[in-house]
């Protein structure tokens, strides 16, 4: 059986205030490409659909479209909700979504029950799981034993109607402990919400939504993070984005392919002086309208420096400097035999240990005016 794994779309998103819905429809056009080449059986959505509970009709438009193109395929598809979710406006219709082959798991109630699809070797049971914390299963089972998250996670699979004599296929969405988180998701800090790889030990696939990275778990493919289809973060920035698919083999034989993703925009860092970054034989030919980190190596900041760069690469989402200054911060302590020392002189020194070098003599010709104009009452 042959699956397409994917989570973490976070339609809506803006990354630096900067609106990705054309990047998000662009990468969405390249994946149902990528599903009609595999053809598979079912593609598996795992959570983070959305990046806020309350999405914008923008982002509600956006998937609806991708969900109807996904039901013409005539592809089973199984969603469930991550921790961006609302689970309940995830959820709104599902009943009736569920007559066209789309499976979209409820509210968690602690009560899940499978998804079965069959192939040439039998049936394989999809277990859908949205995001939960350890009050939503205490709540339906006061009198388990739930005092973290692997409890959680734990007491909502014992409680699964599960036959390990099939071939069992899980979808969830949370922290596993031994992944490689990247910064751009949501953690609690201390890894209170980890789970462990031992609750999965019952199924032959594990589709895992909410880390950015793709990656496998426990030293085999079995436990699968897709990662997220675009870059959302610059700490994603060396990633290479793709579709897992994944085949089931009739004893629960695990297969990972990856499908490459090639983004509208890249978003990568760039460096160099100001004079450096705006000469023509260092930019013709480079695609511009990528998503920007700039760092300027100029000892000195140069007036307007955003709004200058832009008319060249208008997506610059930061821009900071990488100097003497910047490298090398000092403490700033209180001047010493200050009724000895000139206003100037002390300028001279707040300013050397602010930017870990002297003033220049422009400056300082800058500074002698302006205190001769204090001086005259003129500033």
């Known amino acids: 059986m042959k699956l397409v794994h994917l989570s973490d779309l976070h339609i809506g998103k803006r990354f630096n205030d900067f609106s990705l819905m054309e990047d998000q429809s662009y990468i969405l056009d390249q994946i149902l490409e990528i599903i009609d080449r595999e053809k598979p059986q079912a593609v598996l959505l795992c959570g ?17 479209d991708f969900l109807c193109r996904l039901a013409r395929r005539n592809t089973t598809v199984l969603i469930i909700s991550g921790n961006h979710d609302s689970a309940e406006r995830l959820a709104f219709g599902n009943r009736l979504f ?11 109630n602690g009560d899940i029950k499978p998804v079965t699809l069959e192939d040439e070797w039998g049936s394989v049971d999809f277990w859908l799981l949205p995001f939960v914390k350890p009050m939503h299963v205490r ?28 071939r069992n296929v899980l979808l969830t969405h949370q922290f596993v402990t031994g992944c ?80 490459p993703l090639t983004p509208l925009r890249e978003v990568r860092t760039i ?24 760092f300027l190596h100029d000892e000195d900041d140069v007036p307007e420096a955003m709004g200058k760069l832009m008319q060249i690469y208008p997506n610059i989402m ?18 010493e035999n200050v009724q000895e020392k000139t206003p100037l002189q002390l300028f001279e020194e707040l300013y050397e240990k602010q930017n870990n070098q002297p003033m220049s003599e422009e400056q300082r010709n800058l500074v002698l005016e302006l205190l001769d104009g204090i001086g005259e009452g003129n500033v």
């Open 48 to 64: 983070d659909i959305y990046d806020k509970s309350t999405p914008s009709a923008e982002a509600v438009s956006l998937f609806d």
């Open 98 to 108: 569920t007559e066209n082959g789309i499976h979209i798991s409820p509210v968690y």
């Open 139 to 166: 709540r339906f089972f006061p009198d388990a034993q739930i005092e973290n998250y692997t409890d959680a996670v734990r007491v909502a699979i014992e409680n699964m109607p599960m036959d390990k004599t099939k």
């Open 180 to 259: 490689s988180a990247v910064g751009s998701e949501e953690l609690t800090v201390g890894g209170t919400d980890n789970v462990d790889t031992s609750v999965f030990e019952d199924f032959c696939y594990v589709a895992l939504g909410h880390i950015h990275g793709q990656q496998n778990l426990g030293g085999s493919n079995h436990i699968r993070y897709c990662g997220t289809p675009l870059k959302y973060s610059f700490s994603e920035e060396s990633h290479h984005k793709s579709v897992t698919v994944t085949e089931l083999d009739g004893d629960g034989g695990v297969k990972v392919t990856l499908c």
């Open 271 to 294: 460096c160099g002086t100001f004079a450096y970054l705006t000469d023509s034989a260092n930019y013709i030919g480079t695609p511009t309208k990528d998503y920007l980190r700039v």
């Open 318 to 335: 930061e821009l900071r400097y990488d100097n003497t200054r910047t490298r090398a911060n000092q403490v700033i302590e209180a001047a």
